[in-house]
């Protein structure tokens, strides 16, 4: 059981990229499924998440510029990226989880809510 992420790349400072999350033989859709980044020489940390019930937390970092989207149809889970940075850079990991309910406010960006993590894919913001 594991999700696999797309739709990493290089892109330029100001540019877009949206990196999709899907599931095959689970569900995605009433799961927490979190986007976490890992830039070298720094520790994991949370981007995004949405919850079962929808709700959706951003990291300070990222907000108005990261959109965490979800399409049940499709069992995938969507980060859109905008206005990117070279801070951005950094290989980004979708997690699905289902322990955990309800108000996620103060837990969506520890990594013990998530019980399945993907590979990842490399983001690189550059010029």
């Known amino acids: 059981v594991q999700p696999v992420e797309s739709g990493g790349g290089l892109v330029q400072p100001g540019g877009s990229l949206r990196l999709s999350c899907a599931a095959s033989g689970f569900t995605l859709n009433d799961a927490t499924v979190g986007w976490f980044r890992q830039a070298p020489g720094k520790e994991r940390e949370g981007v995004s998440c949405i919850s079962g019930d929808g709700s959706i937390y951003y990291a300070d970092s990222v907000k108005g510029r990261f959109a965490i989207s979800r399409d049940n149809a499709k069992n995938t889970v969507y980060l859109q990226m905008n206005s990117l940075k070279p801070d951005d850079t950094a290989v980004y990991y979708c997690?699905?989880?289902?322990?955990?309910?309800?108000?996620?406010?103060?837990?969506?960006?520890?990594?013990?809510?998530?019980?399945?993590w993907g590979q990842g894919t490399q983001v690189t913001v550059s010029s």
């Open positions: 997690a699905r989880g289902t322990a955990y309910r309800g108000n996620l406010y103060y837990i969506w960006g520890a990594e013990y809510v998530y019980d399945d």
